[in-house]
């Protein structure tokens, strides 16, 4: 495919309002690949990393260099050599959904793929959200969380969500206005969530 068929659908999401379902439904529906944590297996594979060493920072707000953070997986080798800003995996990240975005279509949620697709013109963004009782009701019923820690748990994922997104970005995580489109989870469902979806992504793809 050449990239003005590709179609790339970027999805952010509050942590517990189903995104990574939707996603994955949304993928399936319109016949799409799906990408959310292999693409930390795509981006370790190019820099010869174990993805393992990528879960520990997906996401997360800048704080610390990779070395010092990884010191243990990097002993033996030198800093100098091997060093690896928190900047430059952000950008190995990059390059892989930009490759991803020009050979072929798929689905994309989180990893500030929006904004890192900002210039590529068949980039559709969505986010969604849902109330904090039915993200908590969907978290303890998938994590062994008691339902009166799961409120805290939900919010400080958010934090680092957004941290994570601000930093890299020049938008805000999670304001309508930095998306195409905007969705309450809850108020459709699953189901009609990823109808609506698809239905905006096939006039989208007419003026593309």
């Not at 370790?44 to 070395?67: H, L, M, T, W």
């Not at 952000?90 to 900002?118: E, H, M, P, W």
């Not at 930095?178 to 989208?204: C, K």
């Amino acid at each position: 495919m050449d990239n003005e068929k590709t179609v790339v659908v970027s999805i952010g999401r509050q942590f517990g309002c189903g995104g990574r379902v939707v996603g994955q439904r949304l993928a399936e529906e319109l016949g799409y690949d799906y990408y959310d944590k292999q693409l930390l297996v795509l981006a370790a594979k190019e820099i010869g990393f174990e993805p393992e060493v990528f879960e520990e920072i997906d996401e997360q707000p800048k704080s610390r260099n990779f070395f010092q953070s990884f010191g243990e997986f990097m002993s033996g080798l030198n800093p100098a050599d091997n060093y690896m800003s928190d900047d430059r995996l952000f950008k190995v990240q990059s390059d892989v959904i930009r490759q991803l975005a020009v050979t072929r279509n798929c689905v994309i949620v989180g990893r500030c793929s929006d904004y890192i697709l900002r210039d590529y013109p068949n980039c559709i963004s969505v986010f969604l959200h849902a109330p904090i009782q039915d993200r908590i009701k969907r978290v303890c019923a998938r994590m062994p969380i008691e339902q009166s820690k799961a409120e805290a748990f939900i919010e400080r994922n958010d934090r680092r969500r957004a941290s994570y997104y601000n930093y890299y970005s020049n938008k805000e995580w999670g304001v309508a206005s930095t998306y195409d489109m905007s969705l309450d989870v809850s108020r459709l469902g699953v189901e009609e969530t990823v109808a609506a979806i698809i239905d905006f992504v096939n006039r989208m793809k007419k003026r593309m």
